[in-house]
């Protein structure tokens, strides 16, 4: 007698079962990106996923509606991504922002090659120290390159005085929204990175500087590193965790808080007394549970510093 005929299981069938019944080879649809990667293209994912979470803020709502009021705009006029990219990267990238940089002169040019360079080395950043040490000029570079970098377009250089340098955002019309110059009125943001020249009043959107008094305003697009660039894992965490504990926090909040960590970084204040200061201030400023939040993390992390 002939063996009985076994029919083959089509390959495609096999696969489907494997993926349906075998839960390991299943690939992980929450895992969108490589954890372990810590290259600039990896930052700018970071950065766009934190800036979409912001989108639904209250603290951020109520910037945008600020700054539409303040320039006579329709709100729809205005990519509202867009503006919480530039508020979210003015934060961490400023003087004595959430990134730890710190301004000194260094009579550099107007790139931020050398931040880049001293962050490559930087093993074991600490609360109280600056991750990199840079100019106005390189500071205002830096923000640009990473703007752009994140798809946010007319982020340029704008030189207030001869000696000095701040960046300007020249918003572009929404998409889907007239082409006629007479539709969106011109407006030219200053994002100061630094505080040179400004009062503890001067903020984001500051009117200090006039911006029109440069005929033009070129956007950024050298690409200062390749987006294969390597962060040292201990920063890139850093830059991580800054992020979740301060980024929805109110411009109020994140002015006092920049200030205070200014002051240890000049070393006028030691941590103890930095912590002691934002609880104070904690108290004095505090709007929103946001900002509660953000006093109390970095007075924790003041505290958990120890003395210098």
């Not at 090659?113 to 609360?127: L, T």
């Not at 640009?144 to 701040?166: D, I, Q």
Request: proline share 7%; net charge positive.
């Amino acid at each position: 007698m002939k063996p009985a005929h076994r029919k083959r299981i089509p390959a495609f069938l096999l696969c489907l079962f494997l993926l349906i019944f075998c839960p390991a080879t299943r690939p992980n649809p929450q895992k969108s990106t490589d954890s372990s990667r810590t290259d600039v293209l990896q930052l700018i994912n970071v950065l766009r996923a934190k800036a979409k979470t912001l989108e639904s803020s209250s603290a951020m709502h109520l910037a945008f509606q600020s700054f539409t009021t303040a320039h006579k705009l329709q709100p729809e006029s205005i990519r509202y991504s867009d503006f919480v990219m530039v508020r979210l990267l003015y934060e961490a990238t400023r003087d004595a922002g959430f990134w730890n940089m710190h301004w000194t002169i260094t009579d550099q040019p107007p790139n931020s090659d050398r931040i880049w360079r001293q962050w490559q080395s930087v093993r074991k950043p600490a609360v109280t120290a600056p991750t990199a040490i840079a100019e106005c000029d390189e500071l205002s570079a830096l923000y640009a390159f990473l703007v752009e970098r994140a798809g946010v377009k007319s982020v340029g250089l704008l030189w207030p005085y001869p000696n000095h340098t701040v960046a300007v955002w020249t918003p572009r019309p929404a998409s889907g929204r007239a082409s006629g110059a007479a539709a969106f009125p011109a407006i030219r943001v200053v994002i100061p990175t630094s505080q040179i020249f400004l009062s503890e009043a001067d903020t984001f959107d500051t009117k200090r500087f006039d911006p029109w008094r440069q005929k033009t305003i070129y956007e950024y697009t050298r690409r200062d590193v390749p987006d294969s660039f390597e962060i040292p894992k201990p920063l890139f965490d850093f830059f991580f965790r800054q992020l979740d504990k301060f980024a929805d926090a109110s411009d109020a909040t994140l002015q006092q808080l920049r200030y205070i960590r200014e002051a240890v970084f000049l070393q006028s204040f030691t941590p103890e007394q930095a912590a002691h200061e934002a609880l104070r201030k904690r108290a004095a400023f505090s709007v929103s549970p946001e900002d509660t939040a953000a006093f109390q993390r970095f007075a924790d992390d003041m505290q958990s510093a120890g003395p210098r």
